[in-house]
């Protein structure tokens, strides 16, 4: 579901105007750069984490495939595999046998060798679970001699073009934030959406998930409300974190007019 964050000035009145003040900037403006670089804020602390793309797309791949620390939830079925398969009254099916008599398989539920990458859509849908993507249960369930493995057996080439069609997504969620920042009312030059990385930006040019509702002008209570409407956003951005984005913004603000602060104190030696 979509995820909304606002920034105002709420308690922080004074800082706000005297910020405005060394900065010859209205209070307004001021709002509007802050909440700028709050959604670069928000956008590094929305899943994929880090400015590489290979990291998001790894994780992908290791949530359908699984990897390190992660079973997957799909096996590609191959040709071998699926011609030399062996079905039972019982609905388990043979996959293949070891020399030392192991039988690996699966029940009719998990093989799957006429899955549409729809299907395999709609089985990863609902392994997401409370903000992150749940793997199948364990390595093995062992029965006897039997193993069944705990994955979706599908077509190679259907799974493979499903994982790419899914990577091609890395960043989506995070490019809701850098629309956000790309609507609002800039008072500074330069690129609105600097600090967010180029491959989280590509996709403004496909979707538009940022809604701005901007009422710093307003005197009573200026406040602007930042909106990601990516479906899943909830899911890839925490509570936790977009508490800790707005403290970080906040805090960025006081040291720089700490640091104004200082600046100012030196010069008055000089002028006297």
């Known amino acids: 579901m979509s995820l909304s964050v606002e920034i105002e000035t709420t308690g922080l009145e004074d800082m706000f105007r005297f910020y405005g003040q060394v900065k010859q900037k209205t209070l307004p403006e001021t709002l509007r750069i802050h909440a700028r670089l709050l959604c ?41 595999m699926a011609s030399n398969a062996k079905e039972y009254s019982s609905g388990n099916i043979r996959l293949f046998a070891k020399k030392d008599g192991t039988v690996y398989g699966t029940d009719k539920a998990h093989f799957m060798q006429d899955a549409s990458t729809s299907t395999i859509r709609k089985i990863h849908k609902g392994a997401f679970v409370n903000g992150s993507m749940s793997s199948a249960g364990s390595r093995t369930r062992d029965i006897g001699r039997w193993k069944f493995i705990d994955k979706y057996f599908v077509p190679g080439n259907t799974l493979d073009e499903y994982v790419k069609s899914q990577q091609k997504k890395t960043g989506l969620a995070k490019s809701g934030w850098a629309d956000c920042a790309k609507k609002l009312k800039s008072p500074v030059k330069g690129s609105a959406t600097r600090g967010i990385p180029r491959w989280v930006t590509r996709h403004l040019k496909d979707y538009g998930f940022g809604r701005v509702e901007d009422m710093a002008d307003d005197q009573r209570n200026p406040r602007i409300t930042l909106t ?28 720089q007019l700490a640091n104004i602060m200082r600046y100012e104190r030196k010069k008055l030696p000089q002028a006297a």
């Open 228 to 255: 990601n409407t990516c479906r899943y956003t909830d899911k890839v951005c925490r509570e936790s974190e977009r508490d800790v984005a707005v403290l970080i913004i906040v805090n960025k603000m006081i040291k």
């Open 40 to 80: 670069v804020e928000l956008a590094r602390r929305t899943q994929p984490f880090g400015n590489d793309q290979k990291v998001g797309e790894k994780a992908i791949a290791r949530d359908l495939l699984g990897g390190k620390k992660r079973y997957g939830l799909f096996a590609p079925l191959t040709g071998f």
